[in-house]
């Protein structure tokens, strides 16, 4: 997870002009080319959703969803922070090496994404926007709307997600790795499976048991 330096000649990239967007794909073809990243992701969240700037903000939290991305799931994030992670940089060299990548832009980019993406349907924040690149276009994506609003349980859902799509994308063989669609059909696949479980399983926390024991014994 890294913050991607947008600003040039002292001001933010305008994102009116296509510049940020190609810097995106930019990213997506040289983490695909080196085998930094299947797939990639969009962390979208404002202001009004201090549980993820503080998991942003926390090098514990940030470290640990850097660490499950891995070299599978690369993921941007609007960056609501006025300083870039500087010390990473000049630590290496100025080379952005982790895969979380903040965008400063500010929350007019959010906008902006809904034609990029082609995305339909209302935005609800904060969410995460997993998606597909293919020769600088982008050829699938899906919206996650997270649902926690509690720092430790934003976390925690999160990171789940991010896990289950990892845990897909560990299982694709390397001499499949140019199979762009079916990559994201499993990620999507593992994804999805991970959020029934979870709203299934949130749905038996308030469910009366006898008729929780009564269906159970029906799919028996």
Not at 33 to 58: G, V
Not at 167 to 182: A, P, T
Request: with cysteine; charged share 25%.
């Amino acid at each position: 997870m890294v913050p991607i330096n947008t600003i040039k000649d002292g001001q933010v990239v305008d994102i009116n002009t296509g510049e940020l967007y190609d810097n995106i794909v930019s990213i997506c073809n040289e983490h695909k080319r080196t085998n930094r990243a299947l797939a990639f992701a969009f962390l979208l969240y404002n202001c009004k959703n201090p549980q993820i700037n503080k998991i942003l903000e926390d090098r514990h939290y940030f470290q640990s969803l850097h660490e499950t991305s891995g070299k599978y799931l690369t993921i941007f994030y609007i960056s609501q922070r006025e300083t870039y992670f500087g010390q990473d940089l000049s630590e290496h060299n100025g080379k952005e090496i982790r895969g979380l990548h903040g965008l400063k832009t500010g929350e007019q980019l959010i906008p902006h994404l809904k034609p990029y993406f082609e995305l339909d349907e209302k935005i609800e924040l904060p969410a995460v926007l997993f998606f597909q690149e293919h020769n600088g276009m982008m050829v699938d994506y899906f919206l996650l709307t997270l649902d926690e609003k509690k720092f430790e349980d934003s976390f925690w859902e999160l990171q789940t997600y991010i896990e289950s799509a990892v845990e897909r994308l560990e299982r694709i063989k390397k001499e499949n790795y140019g199979n762009s669609k079916e990559i994201f059909n499993q990620l999507k696949s593992g994804v999805t499976g991970q959020r029934t479980r979870i709203k299934f399983f949130k749905l038996t926390q308030t469910f009366p048991i006898r008729m929780f024991i009564d269906r159970i014994i029906e799919k028996v």
